[in-house]
Nanobody, 124 residues
């Protein structure tokens, strides 16, 4: 089994930055395609970004394109989400997810493992 743990969430003013991290103990995340999703109260869980397990190809939701960056640090066995120019509409619980297929997916049900989430709150 894969156990994922997110960290780095918090409260920040609009225009600020946060860096989220996803770590797994006893597993090599480089062999998994990783995704970040977010869910606000009363809203559906939505795709944010993904990075493939093979050559690190990345994909982003239009709403975060140019502001967020997903990356791997294989030495630390972590996947990060750098979030810049944060907006109030970015407020949500952010989840790290993993799946075994080569390519990323925008659909939550195509990811096999999930962390418990970390809260990101952006004030105006």
């Amino acid at each position: 089994q894969v156990q994922l743990v997110e960290s780095g969430g918090g409260l920040v003013q609009a225009g600020g930055s946060l860096r989220l991290s996803c770590a797994a103990s006893g597993r090599t995340l480089s062999s998994w395609t990783m995704g970040w999703f977010r869910q606000a109260p009363g809203k559906e869980r939505e795709f944010v970004a993904s990075i493939s397990r093979s050559v690190g190809l990345t994909s982003y939701a239009d709403s975060v394109q140019g502001r967020f960056t997903i990356s791997r640090d294989n030495a630390k066995n972590t996947v990060s989400l750098q979030m810049n120019s944060l907006k109030p509409e970015d407020t949500a619980i952010y989840y790290c997810a993993a799946r075994s297929l080569y390519t990323g997916s925008i659909y939550p049900n195509e990811y096999h493992y999930w962390g418990q989430g970390t809260q990101v709150s952006v004030s105006s």
